[in-house]
């Protein structure tokens, strides 16, 4: 193989344009920099985009996955089931509310959890599962209602809200997965509730900021669901900032002693150009994914399959492994291939591997698909400044590592 020129490809840069600085510059001339009619206009713009009736945007998806479980008054004595296979935001969350996290494995060969298993973890206590659309794939949400519809008589709902699901309650962690479709249906219309985030490495950012959103057929009021979402991230407060500036209208009530994880309008204004383009930025991720694909699958290198039938991801993350290298190896690969101006990553590190899920009593050797799928993967850049010459810089870097590390 020649010489392979160096080049310095960062792993997920931010798209901005000067179109998004622009509207940040308009919105911060405005006058109201916080939560304002620019996020107002933002959510309602998210919830036409998904097929919701409404949109709550926060300043994360941790939050809004956080909030959701606490509006659902989820807590102490409750168990709340998720992949081992994740980041940390998936189960830390369950942690804050003081429900008891459940870890379970993947399938065999496989990002998404094992669903016989997942089965077999729902108790009388379980009152939420919530999986994660990994890479910016949709999970099999057809075997996980299927399974919560048998495990009904198990159900035992603590309040009037969960009452009314009379069910375990799924809320899909899609931080990586807005734009994603399955079965004809968007990403944020199968779940219960979805969460989307929005940080700068997202496919759509608002540098920090995520959203939620619910199913229109749950028989919820959409306008007191909403509220309760207002009060949690703004302090508990009855009247949000916006409100109280009209004239004589100051006097307001503190009905919770909630949080602070609200969006503000210089987030919403980036979010709203971004939004305006995200059909362009897919468009150019899936490009990038076919070309990896067209070079790479020849190679006997499995990915994850990003476009089939019945299903398109989001193309967040390019996941691949590479059967038959071990844990070194694979850290020996992406550190050849930064010494040639390519930065990579490992999605994830499963999270019983961690010191925080190693004190509450997780053991690796309790998941052992997660760590198959963990110890031979690497993450590509992939993103829409990728130009046609990374990409094939990319894939030459990738095979040049493969022969020096595994001689191939």
């Known amino acids: 193989m020649n010489d392979i020129k160096v ?81 940390t935001a998936s189960a830390s969350i369950i942690e804050h509310v003081g ?124 306008n007191w669901l909403y509220n309760q979402y207002m009060l949690y991230s703004l302090h508990g407060q009855s009247k949000d900032a916006l409100s109280k500036t009209q004239k004589g209208s100051w006097e307001y009530d503190i009905v919770y002693p909630a949080y602070k994880c609200n969006m503000t309008d210089i987030m919403a204004s980036i979010g709203l150009i971004q939004l305006d383009r995200y059909e362009g930025l897919q468009k150019r991720r899936k490009e990038i994914i076919e ?13 994850l399959q990003h476009y089939g039938e019945g299903f398109t991801s989001s193309g967040h993350l390019y996941l691949l492994r590479i059967n038959g290298i071990s844990e070194e190896e694979r ?16 999605h994830y590190k499963p999270l019983p591997l961690f010191t925080a899920y190693k004190d509450l009593g997780f053991d690796i050797n309790m998941y052992p698909n997660a760590y198959k799928q963990y110890v031979n993967e690497i993450t590509l850049p992939l993103h829409p400044l990728l130009s046609v010459d990374d990409v094939h810089h990319i894939i030459d870097s990738l095979k040049r590592a493969m022969s020096e590390v595994i001689k191939i």
């Open 7 to 87: 080049r310095n490809i960062p792993f997920s840069p931010p798209d901005i344009t000067h179109t998004e600085i622009e509207e940040v510059i308009k919105t911060m001339k405005s006058g109201w920099i916080t939560t304002g009619p620019r996020t107002k206009e933002f959510e309602k713009r998210i919830a036409e985009y998904v097929g919701t009736d409404k949109a709550v945007c926060l300043n994360s998806a941790t939050s809004s996955m956080e909030l959701t479980l606490r509006i659902l008054g989820i807590g102490p004595g409750d168990e709340v089931i998720t992949s081992a296979y994740t980041y």
């Open 99 to 222: 429900a008891k996290i459940v870890l379970v494995d993947t399938a065999p060969n496989s990002f998404e959890m094992d669903y016989t298993k997942l089965a077999n973890a729902i108790t009388e206590k379980t009152k939420m599962i919530i999986p994660v659309d990994l890479a910016g794939k949709m999970c099999d949400y057809d075997a996980i209602y299927e399974i919560v519809e048998n495990k009904t008589h198990l159900f035992k709902p603590n309040n009037e809200l969960q009452w009314l699901f009379n069910r375990v309650i799924v809320m899909a962690d899609a931080a990586h997965a807005f734009g994603a479709k399955r079965n004809g249906l968007n990403c944020g219309q199968v779940a219960d509730f979805t969460c989307f985030s929005f940080h700068a490495v997202k496919n759509l950012t608002t540098a920090e900021g995520g959203a939620v959103v619910w199913r229109r057929d749950l028989g919820l009021d959409d």
């Open 291 to 303: 070309a990896y694909d067209k070079t790479l699958l020849p190679l006997g290198i499995q990915s």
């Open 331 to 346: 850290n020996e690969i992406i550190i050849k291939m930064a010494e040639m101006g390519v930065a990579c990553n490992v």
